[in-house]
């Protein structure tokens, strides 16, 4: 990934832009495996009833995060966000962290609040961090390479999400669950530190910069950075785009069938008791691990997903994450009881296979969203479509946690596949395709559309 012959290869500008946005999503893993499972052990010394309460915490602040900083993004800029978004995770980490070496010293409901308030500043902080690295990765990425930074920097949420199972299910073998989950948060902390100082390098966008009639600073930080090309006009290339409500609700809804079915299949049917791997944390604890495996050997689609159309590509994910989610539904759903609704072999491969898909599905948002806004306002489209997602999220965890009931719950995820396939074969049929355009052609699209 070093030169091409049909536009700007990558420099050294973009690989420390590559290392700073994936080590914050690597950070997103860790503070949403963090989150859950310190909730798991809290959840033997809490109110039953306060679980599902507590488990919509965490993507309702994140939420708050993507829309309120992602608007934020487009007043103060992609670089300027960070001081924020970096400080609040980086507070909230240490107060999850504090909140269990705390158990033991000060009482278990005073531990769970201090959590509570951790893992709120932690998703507001992680939330805000999305939309303005999904917007400069789109304004300042070479078009030709944009696809597969955008899918293989997003792929490190599944990554550290995958790392941190690992490391829980490590400890969880040699000491107890306290003190995995302890050692878990540190790892989180270390990479951290690593991120800060790299983020310290990356350059503010530029094309953000002209629109705000800083034109002399954007040529400035586009000649000292080899960032020149982000500014050049490509003339007599011109596309249509949909109607700006159609791309928007073809979004939120492909949104919403993605990231709803990952976070119930990936992380919350560990509270489901009905299940195989129920009260066992050492098998839920697998469940994170196979399930974001599954994610992120899919995220290396990135590699190649620039030579791919991105509507078949749209269509192909959708189709696979509903094809993957029946067996799913009529062995764990209608078929409880069974010899099959007891096999653990059997729900990991399958579990594994649906988050490829699902991987992929979050994939195609990685594209589509920053892809088919302007840059002026890019970061808070992409900031609002992903509210009504997290919107529809918290809203089915909470009824589906509270209802505990493994048919409604799996029922749930195959309907929602269901709408995101549509979704996607209505992009397939009336969207536009977006592989490879230059920024230029993509905003000038985009601001006729709306």
Do not use: C
């Not at 924020?84 to 962290?97: E, K, Q, S, W």
């Not at 932690?122 to 939330?127: D, F, K, N, R, T």
């Not at 991987?359 to 890019?378: C, D, I, Q, S």
Request: net charge positive; charged share 10%.
């Amino acid at each position: 990934m070093n030169k091409s012959s049909r536009g700007p290869g990558l420099s050294g500008t973009h690989y420390v832009m590559f290392m700073s946005y994936s080590l914050t999503f690597l950070i997103w893993g860790f503070v949403t495996t963090s989150g859950v499972m310190t909730l798991y052990y809290f959840s033997n010394h809490i109110p039953r009833f306060l679980v599902p309460l507590s488990a919509a915490l965490g993507p309702i602040f994140l939420m708050i995060g993507n829309v309120f900083m992602g608007r934020l993004a487009d007043i103060v800029g992609r670089r300027g966000i960070y001081v924020y978004t970096m400080a609040l995770y980086t507070i909230g980490l240490i107060g999850m962290g504090s909140s269990i070496l705390l158990m033991n010293i000060i009482s278990v409901s005073k531990a769970f609040i201090l959590f509570i308030i951790s893992y709120i500043l932690a998703e507001i902080g992680v939330g805000g961090e999305e939309p303005p690295a999904l917007a400069a990765t789109t304004e300042l990425i070479p078009p030709n390479y944009r696809g597969a930074m955008l899918v293989l920097i997003t792929n490190f949420d599944n990554i550290g999400a995958t790392i941190a199972s690992a490391i829980l299910l490590l400890a969880l073998m040699r000491g107890t669950q306290l003190s995995a989950t302890w050692t878990m948060i540190s790892a989180a902390i270390v990479v951290l530190i690593v991120a800060i100082i790299i983020r310290l390098l990356t350059p503010e966008s530029v094309r953000w910069l002209v629109t705000k009639g800083k034109v002399h600073e954007a040529e400035r930080i586009a000649k000292e950075y080899g960032l020149s090309y982000a500014l050049t006009e490509s003339p007599g290339q011109l596309i249509k785009f949909p109607s700006l409500w159609f791309r928007t609700l073809v979004l939120s809804l492909l949104g919403v069938s993605q990231l709803v079915t990952y976070g119930l299949m990936a992380y919350y049917i560990v509270y489901l008791p009905s299940l195989p791997f129920s009260s066992d944390e050492t098998l839920a604890t697998q469940v994170l691990l196979w399930a974001n495996l599954g994610a992120s050997m899919a995220g290396l689609i990135g590699f190649i997903v620039d030579r791919l159309s991105r509507k078949t590509f749209t269509l192909f994910s959708y189709l696979g994450g509903l094809l993957t989610m029946i067996p799913i539904f009529i062995i764990y759903g209608l078929m409880t009881n069974s010899h099959l609704g007891s096999s653990l072999t059997i729900f990991y491969t399958l579990l594994f296979l649906n988050m490829v898909f699902s991987e992929f599905g979050w994939a195609v948002r990685t594209l589509l969203e920053p892809e088919l806004y302007p840059t002026k306002n890019r970061a808070t489209w992409v900031g609002m479509v992903r509210l009504i997602a997290w919107t529809i999220y918290v809203l089915l965890i909470y009824y589906l946690l509270a209802s505990t009931n493994a048919f409604t719950y799996l029922l749930s995820n195959l309907i929602l596949y269901v709408i995101g396939f549509s979704a996607a074969l209505a992009w397939f049929i009336h969207g536009t395709e977006t592989r490879g355009l230059p920024i230029n052609v993509l905003d000038k699209a985009a601001d006729k559309s709306n």
